[in-house]
Structure formats: structure tokens, C-alpha cells
């Protein structure tokens, strides 16, 4: 067997776990949305803005996920005593960050959606749902690191055990909540947002118990001012970069509304395909994270870089094969979502564009990550948020509207937005200048 084989080998073994997981969070989302859509449409529109507006204050915290790994992984190459000390780092600031964040988002939940409801019920469904969401926030910030963690360590496999064991749970606590099975209170839209509540404090159980477990036999090291400081400067980049880019997608849905309904509903699944099928990249980067960050802890800055090529050339293969469907055969895969011709015939071109968007766009998602396991995050930022604000936005309004081209002509923009994300990182990843931004010596 060929050195490469083997290597993209271990990138599939390390990814496979994480892309189980975020697709169970996939057909999760759809159970809940079933679960509610029994309650009427108001009660699934409630519950759909609380849970982007949930959505959006998680971004704030989630960069502490790749800081956390980044900086373990660097550890684990470089055999350090202290790869605990970036994770007790990451819980100081998940729980300073995350509590008093939890509540000034519950108390200024009715401003907060307020822009984003239609109508007073609407409102008033989605602040009951979103308060008993934002409870959980500091439990999620802390399960971020602890994932990271793991990842960090290579251990792919208790994300996908833990997030299974996860979802379960929530399916079962928020049906009975919701309906008032088993002898529960039939506490509708509520029960939904408590059932996800317990279940990712459940998950920071098991997390917590794990990790403490393995603590114990490897020992416990806790994190100095440097380290905190570190992880902090690591952190808080890729969260602005989430929270920033959850944004850019509330003004396409703006921008798709002022072309007509018909344009926002495709629109709609359009994207939401899109972001279902580019989940084995995001899995494959998240593998590759943690193998660069070894790599470049061993001091071995060639290793690093075949790692990032090959991930990239496995999330190709993968993306490409998930993409072929939508190439080929777009009417049928439109015919799932739409009965009325129309709309298939108005998705139908923007759908075989999304298909060559989402291999484009393995560069972009896998060297992302890899840039970040090397301790690059601002670099991932300012080339993510710079390409999605600065070009891509600005040219669909103009394109889109400005021009009269509508659905069709966003589509294009975007199709050359990512050609040229790609492009960026790509460029980045060879010229290697992120070799520099090693973080280990700082901890």
C-alpha cells in the first residue's frame, strides 16, 4: 500500500465518526421540525427563529472547538506533559463567557427576535422556545472544548457515540414534553426547547465523565494566564467568522425575498441542500485539523502539508459523488421538495450550479480547518468573511437585482464566490506561510 493511500486512509477513519455525527444532527433537525409541525405552522416558525436566533449566540462561543484542538493536537505531536492545560483553558473561558452571555441574550430575548418574527403569536413562541434554549449555552460552550479536545487527541469516535446517545434522548424527552406522553406535561413549543436543553446537558455529563476518567491516568495540568490568553486569541476569530457568516446568509434570504416568493422558497432548499452535502468536507478538514497540528508539533511542516493535500483530494472524491445526482438528474432531485413545475424548472439550473459549487468548494472547507489546526484562524477569517462580504454579497445585489438576472444570477455569483474562496486557500495553504503561526511554545 502507497504512503498516500494510507494517509487518506487515516484521514477517513479519523473523519467518518464526525461525519456520522453532523449528519445525525441533520435528521435530528428534521425530527424536531416534524415533532412541532404537528402544532401548527406558527408553533414551526416559532421554533425555526428561536433556533437560528440559538444559532447565532452559539457562534460566539464556538471558536473555543478549534482552538482547543488545534492547540492538543500540537501537543500530542510534540509528546508534552500538559495537553490538558489548552482544555481546562477553554472551560475558564466557556464559563466566563457563557453565563453571563446566557443571560443577557434570555433577558433581551423579545428585542432580539423581534425583527425576525412576522407576527406578535409568532414572537411570543419563538422567546419561549429561544429562553429555554439560551439555558444550555454555557453547557454547549463547555461541550466544545471538550470535543476539541478529543478530536485533538485523534478520538473521533466518542463524538459520534456521545452525539448519537445524544440525539436519542432529545427525540424521546421532546415528543413526551411536547405531547404530554408517559405522563409528562403537554408543554408544546416549551417541551421542545426543554427537551434539547437536557439533552445537551446530558451530553456534557457523559463528555465531563469521560474526559475525567482519562484525566485522572494521564493527569491534570492546570492552564496559566498564557494559555488562557492563547486559547482566547485562538477562540475568538473563528467565532466572529461564524457568527459573521450566519449573518451573510440572513442578508441572501433577504436579498432571495426581493425577488419574489417563489425565489425564496427555492432558494431555500437550494441551501439547505447545499449545506447537507457539504458535510463529509467539513468532516474531512475537522480529521485534518488535528493531524496538521501533530504533524507541526513533531516539527514535521512537510508532514502538515501533505496532510492538508491529502485530505483535500479525499473531500473531492467524496463531494464530487454526492454532487453527480444533482448534476444529472436536477428535475428529479427538485421533484422531491417541489410539486409545481415552476419551481422545478426555476430551480432547475441554480440546483446543477449548486452541484459544481459544492466540489469547488472542497478547497475551502478542508484547508480552512487544516489552516486553524496550525493555529492560522485569523488567516481563515479574513479570507472567509472577506470573499462572502466584500465579493460575494455585493456582487449578488448587483447581479441578482441590481441587474434583473434574479435567482439565476445569484447562483452564478456565488458559484464564482466559491471558485474564488477556494482559489484563496488554496494559494494560502502553498505558499506555507502558516508554518510560522505555530501556537505550541505559547502554552
Not at 416534524?34 to 405552522?41: F, I, K, N, Y
Not at 506533559?81 to 482544555?87: E, G, V
Not at 425565489?263 to 467539513?282: K, Q, R, T
Not at 422531491?336 to 468548494?361: C, H, K, R
Request: glycine fraction near 10%.
Amino acid at each position: 500500500m502507497s504512503p498516500v493511500v494510507r494517509r487518506q486512509g487515516k484521514v477517513m477513519r479519523l473523519a467518518l465518526p464526525i461525519m456520522l455525527g453532523m449528519l445525525s444532527q441533520s435528521v435530528l433537525n428534521l425530527v424536531d421540525a416534524a415533532l412541532v409541525g404537528h402544532l401548527g405552522e406558527q408553533a414551526l416558525a416559532g421554533v425555526g427563529i428561536g433556533g437560528y436566533a440559538m444559532f447565532m449566540v452559539t457562534a460566539l462561543v464556538f471558536g473555543l472547538s478549534s482552538s482547543v484542538q488545534s492547540q492538543t493536537a500540537q501537543k500530542l505531536g510534540a509528546g508534552g506533559a500538559t495537553p490538558t492545560r489548552p482544555l481546562y483553558a477553554g472551560l475558564i473561558i466557556g464559563m466566563l463567557v457563557g453565563m453571563p452571555l446566557s443571560c443577557l441574550a434570555w433577558w433581551q430575548a423579545p428585542v432580539l427576535l423581534q425583527l425576525m418574527a412576522s407576527s406578535d403569536e409568532v414572537q411570543a413562541l419563538a422567546v419561549d422556545y429561544f429562553r429555554w434554549r439560551v439555558i444550555s449555552l454555557t453547557a454547549i460552550a463547555l461541550t466544545l472544548c471538550l470535543r476539541g479536545y478529543w478530536n485533538g487527541l485523534q478520538h473521533t469516535h466518542l463524538y459520534l457515540r456521545i452525539i448519537v446517545i445524544v440525539h436519542v434522548f432529545n427525540v424521546v424527552i421532546s415528543a413526551g414534553l411536547i405531547y404530554g406522553v408517559a405522563g409528562l406535561p403537554a408543554l408544546g413549543t416549551s417541551g421542545a426547547g426543554i427537551g434539547t436543553t437536557l439533552s445537551l446537558f446530558l451530553g456534557l455529563v457523559i463528555w465531563s465523565w469521560v474526559t475525567l476518567k482519562h484525566t485522572q491516568r494521564s493527569g491534570a495540568y492546570l492552564p496559566g494566564w498564557r494559555a488562557i490568553r492563547t486559547t482566547l486569541l485562538l477562540a475568538t476569530p473563528h467565532s466572529v467568522q461564524q457568527l459573521l457568516f450566519a449573518a451573510g446568509y440572513v442578508v441572501l434570504f433577504w436579498l432571495l425575498s426581493k425577488m419574489g416568493t417563489e425565489s425564496v422558497a427555492v432558494g431555500h432548499v437550494l441551501i439547505n441542500l447545499s449545506l447537507l452535502l457539504i458535510l463529509p468536507g467539513v468532516g474531512v478538514g475537522v480529521a485534518v485539523m488535528s493531524l496538521v497540528g501533530e504533524a507541526l508539533g513533531r516539527d514535521n511542516k512537510h508532514e502538515a502539508h501533505r496532510w492538508g493535500i491529502d485530505a483535500l483530494n479525499v473531500a473531492g472524491m467524496l463531494l464530487t459523488l454526492l454532487a453527480l445526482p444533482m448534476l444529472l438528474l436536477p428535475e428529479h432531485v427538485l421533484a422531491i421538495f417541489f410539486t409545481d413545475n415552476n419551481l422545478i424548472q426555476l430551480g432547475s439550473l441554480p440546483l446543477q450550479i449548486t452541484a459544481v459549487m459544492i466540489v469547488l468548494d472542497a478547497a475551502a472547507l478542508v484547508l480552512a480547518q487544516a489552516l486553524m489546526g496550525a493555529g492560522a484562524q485569523r488567516t481563515v477569517m479574513l479570507l472567509t468573511l472577506g470573499m462572502q462580504w466584500f465579493v460575494f454579497l455585493p456582487l449578488a445585489w448587483w447581479v441578482g437585482i441590481g441587474l434583473g438576472y434574479g435567482l439565476l444570477g445569484v447562483w452564478l455569483m456565488q458559484l464564482v464566490y466559491r471558485l474564488l474562496n477556494s482559489t484563496g486557500f488554496l494559494w494560502v495553504w502553498q505558499r506555507r506561510r502558516w508554518q510560522t503561526q505555530i501556537v505550541l511554545n505559547s502554552v
